[in-house]
């Protein structure tokens, strides 16, 4: 079955980014839940004759790990309930997988500070419910999950009619349709149909690369394998491979843990892990090598540009950024942003990879800056997971974040900082220059494939044929006559000399505004406007 919901993912999930209610070319719900699902499938590939709870178990380690996005954190948040579910279990009956997806609904509510009814979790919890009762009538799982999916079906169908900008956009919620979309899965599995392990491909934007030539690597391996035993203790597993190497991770239950750590010596922390179970998916990367580097980079990790020596000492406080686009990176480090991240829109770090950030910042307190509202959730999973004391600032924008990392002052406490970083963007409007992917209508207007867009912290207020010209109106939109100050970051698309006509532009129309233009080089979004 968790084949078989990856499988069903990863066919469908051009389709389900089409449900995007933007017609922008990030609509990556259905990219982020295969992702998600997919890792779920990774963890599962490595069992060998599992009982339904290490399946379960494994699939949601699994998709906390590589939860992207809102959509794929709560899709993780329901394997996590269902593994709750069927804890202990080495079958499960109708029943159980009903009670379980129960479970999974309301572990993935509470996750959620303010639900939103007509998304995934309507659906979800509308197809549990259905399940339960179906369990109670009937026995047999598949009749069950036919049940829960016809459900599902419906409440999906009705969508449009519980969100407005659903009606709008005259799409369903793109999140419930890929819940949906698994449950098939599911079924395809159950029904007998052939299911081959699902393609685990990576995250197909690729990412801005980093030249990794002449940099010190203090931990040469790269080493990670799952360990399976009996009554695992996780937080003994940290202290014990704590003084072993850098950027640890330890996740899992009491029966499979996944154990990261970049070390010198991969075969003593193999031999611990013996001692304490069996090994299984072992994985070794000499991050020496320039092809390993080369290797990381195309699959979208993360890789520090100037590693921080493990043997300095931790600062009290340190920033931990999302971006993407060269440009973007420069302009973080140089305002002394401690580990940048790369990712953003279309290509959003996962629960994991924000982990790995936040544990190599030298420093005992972190604030992380998502800088998309897309990335909010798992960096709130990101900061669970890790030891260190750690405040997700909710910036949605790389405006509000530059915003943030000015407003820090490392004189002050912690909490201090907290609260001043989380008011310091109140007063930045950001905006951004994009394309439409598919026609579409959206307040009554009707978009064409290829026009122009404007967008005002995430809606739509214009539409062009030229990008500068549209960026020039965008400001006004945005207050630019009565600004202090116009930023706009360009992207890898914008030639340097048509960025230069656009800021002379700006400065002739908002005479009294300061205006900055910079090189963002950041992929599909032509420009990035901030007005404050």
Known sequence: MVFGGSRAMEQQREAVDALNVFPVPDGDTGTNMFLT????????????????????????????????????????????????????????????????????????????????????????????????????????????????????????????????????????????????VILEGWLAALTGKEIQPPTLVEQPVQPVQIDVNGEEIVFQYCTEFILKGSDLQLEKIKQDLAGEGDCLLVVGTADVAKVHIHTNHPGQILEYGVRLGTLHEVEIHNMREQSEAKRHAAKGENLPENPADPKTPLKGMGLVTVAVGRGLVEIFRSLGVDEIIQGGQTMNPSTEELVEGINRTRAEKVFVLPNNGNIILAAGQAAALTDKKV??????????????????????????????????????????????????????????????????????????????????????????????????????????????????????????????????????????????
């Open 37 to 180: 699902v997919q890792s779920a499938a990774r963890e599962a590939a490595g069992l060998e004759n599992p009982t339904v709870s290490q399946v379960a178990s494994a699939a949601s380690m699994g998709s906390l790990m590589g939860a992207r996005g809102n959509s794929g954190v709560i899709l993780s948040q329901l394997f996590r309930g269902i593994s709750k579910g069927l804890e202990g279990k080495t079958t499960a009956t109708a029943s159980d997988l009903a009670r379980a997806l129960q479970i999974g609904v309301e572990t993935a509510y509470q996750a959620v500070m303010k639900p939103v009814e007509g998304t995934i979790l309507t659906v979800a919890r509308e197809s549990a419910k259905e399940a339960v009762q179906a369990a109670r009538r009937k026995p047999e799982i598949q009749e069950m999950l036919e049940t829960a999916l016809v459900k599902g079906e419906e409440t999906l169908a009705r969508t449009p009619d519980m969100l407005t900008t659903l009606k709008q956009a005259g799409v369903v919620d793109a999140g419930g349709k890929g819940f949906l």
């Open 391 to 532: 405040h997700v600032v909710p910036t949605r924008s790389i405006p509000q974040g530059i915003s943030a990392v000015l407003a820090f002052e490392p004189a002050t406490s912690f909490e201090e900082n907290a609260q001043t970083l989380d008011g310091s963007f109140g007063s930045i409007m950001s905006g951004e220059v994009t394309y439409a992917v598919r026609a579409s209508q959206f307040d009554g207007n009707e978009i064409k494939a290829g026009d122009i867009l404007g967008l005002i912290d995430d809606k739509i207020v214009l539409t062009g044929e030229d990008p500068a010209r549209v960026a020039v109106e965008l400001a006004e939109k945005m207050g630019g006559e009565e600004a202090d100050l116009i930023s706009v970051f360009y992207g890898q698309d914008v030639p340097e000399e048509v960025a230069g006509e656009l800021a002379a532009e700006l400065r002739k129309r908002f005479s009294r505004s300061e205006v900055e233009v910079h090189d963002g080089g950041q992929p599909l979004y032509y420009y990035i406007v901030s007005v404050e």
